[in-house]
């Protein structure tokens, strides 16, 4: 697990984070409770991102993509379109005209979790290659929802501490079921809900292939219907649409395009 451009300094303090989003309506004492008893370095890691003094923009769209990075892909022949799907889309990203109001979280997951980097600028964010992408392992998926859901949480709560405004947008892209998570689907979808009430908060989930009913698994998982897509073909070109899609969708997400606790990819 590695986190690029994270702040130095003392790690942020999680659980009063927490207890700040619960005050704040952002979580339940019970989705606080759920987080707090589940606390590692990786959340530590994805909670972390740019210093508060050096954030210039007075309104942050908080952007974090998860990227499935088990043996399917791998055995798929697919680890060389998600790269270069993935590049696209960092270059999409920063050639909009929100690019600066855009802070960018970046994890893979397979059996483990692992945090490329934190908030950082998209001039910062890492572009996947053969040394920081390769499919191995199992499909963490609730345990990876969970803990990214957990790190935004946190950092958001320490930008609106600081008096920035922010609105978060996360997004899976997976092409299999969850295999080997501590976590289940509802303790996804109780987090999901949380958020989606707070109206701060915008859930997408891209499934990738037809051998998994991804739709059920997204909706067991809390994402609105809005928030679903699915690529059919678990092809190169199929990757490289999905990227670009989800590129446009968190380009209208830091718009205000997007209804506030709706889907990532409708109203």
Sequence with gaps: ???????????PDLNSLF??????????????????????????????????????????????????????????????????????????LSASAEADSILLAQW???????????????????????????????????????????????YAQLLRDGGTPCRSAVVVITDGADCGSSRKARDCAQLSRDLLASEQFVLGFVGVGKATNFKRIARDMGVPDAGIAVANAATPKALRDVFQMVSRSAIRVSQRRVQPGGGFFGP
Aim: aromatic share 4%.
């Design 108 to 154: 893979s997951f397979n059996h483990d979790r692992k945090v490329l980097h934190s908030y950082i600028p998209l001039s910062d964010a890492s572009r996947l290659d053969s040394k920081n992408y390769k499919g191995s392992g199992a499909t963490s998926l609730y345990d990876t929802w969970c803990d990214a859901l957990a790190a935004n949480v946190a």
């Design 19 to 92: 207890s700040g989003a619960v005050d704040d309506g952002v979580l339940s004492a019970q989705s606080a409770s759920l987080l707090s008893g589940h606390l590692g370095s990786v959340v530590v890691a994805g909670a972390s991102g740019q210093n508060l003094e050096t954030i210039e923009s007075s309104d942050v769209t908080l952007v974090t993509l998860l990227i499935d990075a088990s043996s399917s892909i791998a055995g798929s022949k697919l680890e060389g379109a998600v790269r270069k799907g993935q590049n696209t889309m960092v270059d999409a």
């Design 1 to 11: 697990m590695t986190s690029k451009a994270s702040p130095p300094g003392k790690a």
